[in-house]
């Protein structure tokens, strides 16, 4: 069963019902009394109790009792719930057939549909149409199912019933899974890149006049750390066994232990210089900062090698 926004699955595609009305069946016979249309017309509905607008267009075969031919049409509205007011015009009160009536004016003459000219199956071209008149008065009947009316120049006219009609949609998204897959793929993405803090890191060895060689390293943090000389330090210490520090600038530099001891302030304090726990001998750490970026750069001279 098939209902409003609940659509029938077949398969990988998804069938809605968009849209539902009636469809009058009427029949016509000539002024010879030959069948010439007998079917259903589509009525498009104008409100929620779907009080329709109907346009039946009879193109072919109708002739007149002199012999005559011309094209009839039959312009109106279907309520398929009448209202039982007899000063109400067409209009429905409940969307079922509980009292349906078809209300419909008459006409004959060229419909247009021969001039190549398209237009719409709904409305009728009255241009080239006229309609016809029963003592003076134009022809305008309002029937129900199993009614019919005899026309002036000998044919007839029967509303024999009604036929329902719907509108389907057919959807079929065969990407709908894979647009999820990466969807969520590309979230969890984002969300790691909010964990992970990315650096660039440059060495650069120089050899100076001396022959000695200068290891030069620079760190550039992508988003706010203020880690950055840290673990440029740790970097530095972890290249000291393939870049060692100058052993005859140590072996130049005084011992500390044969120094004599500073005198002592009055006031009982003591100035101590105590070395950075992370910069080795012979190393220099330069770093700078800004507001948007954090560099730090680790100098390092090389002993020639023999």
């Not at 060895?205 to 706010?224: C, K, M, N, P």
Request: glycine letters at 8%; proline letters at 8%.
């Amino acid at each position: 069963m098939l209902h409003v926004n609940d659509p029938v699955k077949i398969g990988s595609s998804n069938v809605y019902l968009t849209a539902h009305g009636y469809a009058p069946v009427v029949k016509v016979t000539n002024a010879a009394g030959t069948v010439i249309f007998n079917g259903p017309t589509v009525c498009l509905p104008q409100d929620a109790n779907v009080t329709s607008l109907c346009a039946i267009k009879i193109a072919d075969g109708y002739t007149t009792k002199s012999g005559q031919t011309t094209q009839l049409g039959l312009s109106g509205f279907f309520s398929p719930t009448q209202s039982t007011n007899p000063n109400s015009g067409p209009q429905s009160i409940f969307p079922a057939m509980d009292n349906p009536r078809l209300f419909l004016t008459v006409y004959h003459g060229d419909l247009g549909v021969n001039s190549g000219i398209p237009q719409s199956v709904y409305t009728l071209d009255l241009s080239h149409m006229t309609q016809y008149k029963v003592a003076g008065q134009p022809l305008s009947v309002a029937l129900v199912p199993g009614e019919g009316l005899k026309l002036p120049d000998g044919g007839t006219l029967t509303f024999t019933g009604t036929k329902q009609w719907v509108n389907f949609t057919i959807a079929h998204n065969p990407g709908t899974s894979a647009a999820l897959i990466s969807s969520v793929l590309a979230i969890l993405g984002l969300i790691g890149s909010l964990f992970v803090q990315r650096r660039r890191i440059w060495v650069r060895a120089v050899t100076g006049a001396d022959g000695s060689t200068t290891v030069e390293i620079a760190g550039l943090a992508r988003s706010e750390s203020a880690r950055i000389a840290e673990e440029l330090a740790d970097l530095a210490l972890a290249l000291q066994d393939t870049a060692p520090a100058d052993r005859q600038a140590e072996a130049d530099a005084p011992d500390d232990s044969e120094k004599p001891a500073a005198d002592a302030p009055e006031d009982g304090s003591a100035d101590t210089d105590v070395p950075s726990p992370t910069s080795p001998p012979g190393r220099t750490d330069r770093a700078c900062t800004s507001s948007q970026t954090r560099r730090s750069t680790t100098t390092s001279p090389i002993s020639p090698t023999s």
